[in-house]
């Protein structure tokens, strides 16, 4: 009977360790989920206020995507591979998807500091290649559904 209880207790020890763990790797998950649906949303935002040519409110959200983008560089843990919709290439290709990462960083700071000199061009063309980047990566690193 005591042998019983102590693996009984055991067992769900155990398995609120791996709950436990499971729900790190979801934290993980969900806040890239989030910081995307946030520059999603945020870089709808700026392509009006560039359209509507409204420069001061742009360059501060440029940068501020810009940001964004950097820090979803930490947000891929490998022990989320399996979950949420991203591929099992962007760790498997982990230098050319983070450098994916890298240009549209650059692409928005580019849109801020393009504002910034006065350049509204280079500002619109800059948030052309971010949008092109969005849209390149999705084909290749993320899942339909």
Not at 49 to 61: G, H, I, M
Not at 69 to 79: A, D, G, I, N, Q
Not at 87 to 99: I, L, M
Request: proline share 2%.
């Amino acid at each position: 009977m005591k042998y019983r209880l102590s693996t009984g207790l055991l067992c769900l020890l155990l398995a609120n360790m791996v709950m436990a763990q499971s729900d790190i790797k979801s934290e993980a998950t969900q806040t890239r989920q989030q910081v995307y649906s946030s520059i999603e949303e945020q870089s709808e935002l700026l392509e009006d206020l560039v359209d509507d040519e409204k420069w001061q409110e742009a360059a501060p959200l440029a940068q501020d995507l810009a940001k964004k983008v950097s820090r979803l560089k930490t947000l891929f843990p490998e022990s989320s591979k399996d979950e949420g919709r991203a591929r099992d290439s962007v760790w498997e290709e982990w230098p050319e998807f983070s450098q994916r990462l890298q240009t549209l960083e650059k692409d928005f700071s580019d849109v801020s500091l393009a504002i910034a000199a006065g350049d509204y061009d280079k500002a619109e063309d800059s948030l052309d290649d971010a949008t092109s980047a969005c849209d390149s990566c999705h084909m290749s690193h993320r899942a339909l559904w």
